[in-house]
């Protein structure tokens, strides 16, 4: 699957999920981190009024290519000039950066984001798990909690490969054996739309009875 990543090949959600579904027990953080890049790509589309400014444009530009200081710049050049940014930028500028490995920085946006605004959400699972998963990495529980506690997925969204990310988020107290903050985080897990509690969502809770 890494050769398919570098070689630009992308799967299907239906694809990604059948792949899940048939590794059951043989997932690892690897392969579930591959199949989200081959599921989902890099990359973030936007569909640009023809209002907006040309600078808004090489913002997303920048977004696109991945380039985030360059993006960081310009939305900082932006906000000097009080441009008025569409609701979501700033779930998109975490998931950048998240991208990136610079997860304090994402941490940063986050915060402004819930100053800005008490009811900050966020309603792409996908971007939250996968925020989520980089604080896990770092051991930051708390963390990760509060920005789970930020998902509103709307009803239409079902994203399949989500499901993947969530076996990730469950794993992470199944490993350290903690059946406490399973329990915890499959109570989460379970009330958010669209997860899929298949064989493979559930066999973090296996592994800890087995591991006893």
């Known amino acids: ?25 043989s997932m690892t953080n690897e392969i579930s981190e591959l199949l989200d890049k081959l599921c989902a790509g890099d990359s973030f589309e936007y569909q640009e009024p023809t209002s907006r400014a040309a600078e808004f444009k090489e913002l997303w530009d920048a977004v696109n290519d991945g380039d985030e200081e360059k993006a960081l710049k310009i939305k900082c ?15 998109v500028f975490i998931d950048l950066l998240v991208k990136k490995n610079r997860l304090d920085d994402a941490w940063v946006i986050f915060n402004e984001a819930i100053a800005e605004n008490s009811d900050f959400r966020i309603s792409s699972p996908v971007k939250c798990l996968m925020f989520t998963n980089a604080l896990l990495k770092s051991d930051r529980v ?17 994203n399949l490969n989500v499901a ?44 800890i009875k087995l591991n006893r």
């Open 77 to 91: 050049d932006l906000q000097n000039k009080a441009f008025v940014f569409p609701k979501g930028l700033s779930v």
């Open 164 to 207: 993947s990310l969530a076996w990730r988020f469950l794993n992470y107290p199944a490993e350290k054996g903690d059946e406490e903050l399973l329990n915890k985080f499959f109570d989460l897990v379970s009330n958010i739309p669209g997860v899929p509690m298949n064989s493979l969502v559930l066999s973090p809770l296996i592994k």
């Open 1 to 25: 699957m890494s050769a398919l990543h570098k070689a630009g090949v992308v799967v299907s959600n239906k694809a990604a999920a059948s792949i899940q579904c048939k590794l059951e027990n």
């Open 142 to 158: 708390d963390d990760a909690l509060l920005v789970l506690s930020k998902l509103q997925v709307p009803k239409e969204d079902r």
